[in-house]
């Protein structure tokens, strides 16, 4: 008898899968393509911008496990889920975000990710007044970064000020600021020491635009199609390396305004409402401490994480819960700038 062969599950059939099923597939046997939209749109959008500053390079694309540009090779490889609904909507219900899951999140991390890519394809980094400016390259990559959130000498681009976390993330998020259509980035950093950054990119990308690079490998590391991991595992080992240990006073003081009691079902949960306080809140804390409000709006989204992670529901009168998160917020801002580590990922 011929041998059968195992067929490759269709978009259409991925979306009847229920989470169980779904995580008992391998990667590799998803039948995912990048060239369907919105994802084939997005990375389009990402080369009609280099377009419109002349950069001729054009990184080459995959999809694989996680957002990353390999050393030496100046492609991006795409996380799976982006190329399919109900993966995305998996990594969601694991992950509890889509990491470049809206049109506006995709670009700026594919612009982060075209800098390392610019900088990998004309080997930039081998520029002295590059490693003057951003410093050296070969700098031991850090498993966590201590960000210093009132710092002028980075720009802000992804969350967390990613642009501290290395000399090569500095780079490219410089360049994602300065590729970003009407950032405004000399009026927004003027009198910023980042400003001297952005002003050499600008040198750079004038100086490169129109030549070939003499770096073109179109390897593509760990495409999806090679990946023989189950959902089941790459989610274990995914989860186990973003898992955050959280203090125990913060879910004390959470606790203090809400609560899993079933006696709560019926009020708003905890995070919806701090999510319709959190202009409110972001700005009082801001002013109250002197600190940035991106820092609180930090803040405030991993306190929204962890009331979702709880299933938490107001249980104080609104009025009551809204002075007090304001006093809560607080304590969290001070406490996260003085011990505060975030992981590099990207």
Not at 144 to 172: C, I, T
Not at 311 to 336: C, D, G, I, Y
């Amino acid at each position: 008898m011929p041998k059968k062969t195992k067929t490759k599950p269709t978009a259409r059939r991925l979306s009847h899968l229920k989470d169980e099923s779904l995580l008992d597939l391998r990667l590799c046997d998803l039948g995912l393509s990048i060239d369907r939209a919105p994802l084939k749109r997005r990375v389009q959008r990402l080369y009609d911008e280099l377009q419109r500053k002349n950069i001729d390079f054009r990184p080459h694309v995959w999809l694989s496990s996680e957002w990353f540009s390999p050393d030496g090779i100046p492609g991006i490889a795409l996380p799976f889920y982006l190329a399919n609904p109900r993966l995305a909507k998996l990594e969601k219900s694991r992950m509890l975000e889509v990491e470049g899951g809206s049109e506006t999140q995709c670009a700026r991390i594919l612009r982060h990710e075209a800098g390392h890519c610019l900088d990998t394809a004309y080997r930039l980094h081998r520029r002295k007044k590059w490693r003057q400016l951003f410093g050296s390259f070969s700098e031991p990559y850090p498993q966590v970064y201590n960000p210093k959130p009132g710092s002028h000498s980075f720009v802000l681009h992804l969350d967390w000020w990613y642009a501290q976390a290395h000399p090569a993330e500095d780079f490219a998020e410089t360049f994602a600021v300065w590729l970003t259509p009407n950032s405004r980035w000399r009026t927004r950093y003027q009198g910023w020491p980042a400003l001297r950054k952005l002003e050499y990119v600008d040198e750079l990308m004038k100086e490169i635009a129109g030549t070939p690079a003499p770096v073109r490998s179109r390897r593509k590391i760990e495409p999806v199609s090679q990946l023989r991991t189950t959902l089941r595992e790459h989610y274990r080992k995914k989860r186990l390396y973003y898992a955050n240990e959280w203090p125990d006073f913060y879910d004390t003081d959470l606790r203090k305004l809400f609560s899993d009691d079933s006696r709560f079902a019926n009020r708003p949960t905890a995070a919806a409402f701090l999510r319709s306080v959190r202009p409110h809140v972001r700005e009082v804390v801001a002013r109250w401490t002197g600190t940035h409000t991106y820092t609180v709006d930090q803040v405030l989204r991993d306190m929204i994480d962890r009331c979702k992670e709880l299933k938490l529901r107001l249980a104080v009168p609104e009025r009551r819960a809204k002075s007090e998160a304001v006093m809560m917020v607080t304590v969290q801002t001070m406490n996260f700038l003085h011990t505060g580590q975030r992981r590099v990922a990207l």
